[in-house]
């Protein structure tokens, strides 16, 4: 035997009964979005690398070490997406909508790409379901947003989430925290691990988010961006609290979250769900009103979220205790399988399975090279609820008889092969009620 070719580390497949899965919580979130007057963006999975520098930052995770870029053939460097706010910023300006639309809502679902230590709710290739709301500033915006949130946790079925809100202060108040928590950093010396110190110079945020126990430690009473707000900041914050919680949604505060994005500002999120692991984070998101801007593009606020649909699935599923339900993750079976048990009738059988499916009834055929008794296993196994069988004889007389697995009867000669599809489904469903 030839040796197997397998996926890329990190890289994995979806197979169907995930699938399903996804492609419900898909739906489902997609209805809430476009409740809220968002409509989908299609965004192309590959970016000039230029774009992630100038938005997610240099200094961050994602652009330092995480990014597939490469060099394209003709010496352009490209990169497969990390995230989507940047490309929606980018196709928002490239499409003129700064002008035609000064409001837009948008959102997008897809793959993203980040080389990182792949383990279980981590993968190098993921799936994004996000949403961007640009040109509003005020903090209506960031509640109505938060509520989005919920509503959207809530139709995933994704059970009990924790949103934690911070605010990240803005252009004027951030750099003089910045300089604060560095200094305080300093200070610390070796007692902050070789990775933080290197932040330091560079983003000294982030030494607020190190997973290293002694960094946490020595941490644990650095100064908080949260008690250093400039006035405007503060009021802002002030009120998105105080409407998110007029509108009930219930928030906790966590005052060390910084985002490993760069251009966030203000308002910051993080939802986080049972069942997850070590990677509790499902989703995350918050303010950027430089984003616009530093991308070429005229000063307009934004604020958005994207959430990890490999981790929706999994904490759905730890929600419901394991048990997918049927209507919901479960296959459901087709409605016919055909068994055409001749060469002749295999044509038959082909035409019989196409008006069937015409009429949006699923429908499997089997092959004509398999014996019957096979070819009902393999429906049985399927899960079908009607099985025709065709051969020579059923031909001859223009009609078949219909075997219905769920009750264990046969209807002889119910079907009229050429019938159209409506008429057949009519006659085999007039049998079962009959019998019901
Ligand atoms: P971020 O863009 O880093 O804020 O991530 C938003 C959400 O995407 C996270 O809360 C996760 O649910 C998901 N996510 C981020 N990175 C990964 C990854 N490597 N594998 C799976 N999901 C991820």
């Not at 792949?118 to 960031?142: C, N, S, W």
């Not at 946490?216 to 409407?243: G, K, S, W």
């Not at 059923?394 to 008889?401: D, F, P, T, V």
Request: glycine content about 10%; aromatic content about 6%.
């Amino acid at each position: 035997m030839q040796p197997k070719v397998t996926a890329v580390k990190g890289f994995r497949d979806v197979l169907p009964a995930e699938a399903r899965h996804r492609r419900r919580i898909l739906d489902a979130v997609e209805r809430v979005l476009e409740s809220y007057g968002y409509a989908e963006i299609e965004l192309p999975l590959l970016e000039r690398g230029e774009l992630f520098s100038r938005s997610v930052g240099v200094t961050s995770d994602i652009v330092e070490k995480e990014m597939y870029a490469f060099e394209d053939r003709d010496g352009t460097l490209v990169a497969l997406r990390p995230e989507g706010t940047a490309s929606v910023v980018r196709a928002y300006l490239e499409a003129g909508l700064s002008r035609s639309e000064p409001v837009a809502r948008l959102y997008y679902q897809g793959p993203m790409f980040r080389r990182e230590r792949p383990q279980k709710g981590r993968y190098r290739q993921f799936t994004q379901i996000g949403a961007e709301l640009l040109g509003r500033e005020d903090p209506e915006a960031d509640a109505e947003t938060l509520c989005l949130v919920e509503d959207l946790c809530r139709a995933a079925g994704i059970g009990k989430v924790t949103i934690e809100v911070n605010s990240l202060g803005d252009a004027i108040c951030r750099p003089r925290y910045r300089d604060l928590l560095a200094a305080f950093g300093r200070a610390l010396g070796t007692r902050l691990c070789e990775d933080c110190r290197s932040r330091l110079d560079r983003n000294p945020l982030r030494i607020l988010d190190c997973k290293n126990d002694a960094c946490r430690a020595a941490t644990a009473d650095a100064p908080l961006m949260m008690d250093h707000l400039c006035e405007p900041c503060r009021r802002h914050n002030d009120r998105v609290i105080e409407l998110t919680t007029a509108a009930g949604v219930a928030l906790g505060e966590n005052r060390r979250m910084v985002r490993g994005l760069d251009y966030y500002c203000r308002t910051a999120f993080e939802i986080s769900a049972g069942g997850l692991g070590a990677q509790a984070a499902v989703g995350g998101g918050g303010r950027y009103d430089g984003l616009v801007a530093e991308l070429g593009g005229p000063e307009t606020p934004g604020i958005g979220f994207a959430f990890g649909l490999e981790r929706m699935v999994m904490a759905a599923e730890s929600a419901a205790a394991g048990a997918i339900t049927e209507g919901e993750g479960a296959a459901t079976g087709p409605d016919f399988f055909i068994a055409p048990i001749s060469e002749t009738a295999a044509a038959t059988a082909l035409a019989i399975a196409r008006r069937l499916r015409g009429v949006s009834r699923v429908v499997e055929l089997g092959a004509s090279d398999r014996k019957l008794k096979a070819q009902l296993k393999l429906a049985d196994r399927a899960g079908a609820h009607w099985v025709v069988i065709l051969g020579d004889d059923e031909l001859a007389r223009g009609r078949a008889g219909v075997r219905d697995l769920r009750r264990r009867r046969d209807y002889a000669d119910c079907v009229d092969l050429a019938a159209a599809g409506s008429e057949i489904v009519g006659a085999v469903e007039g049998k079962s009620k009959g019998e019901a």
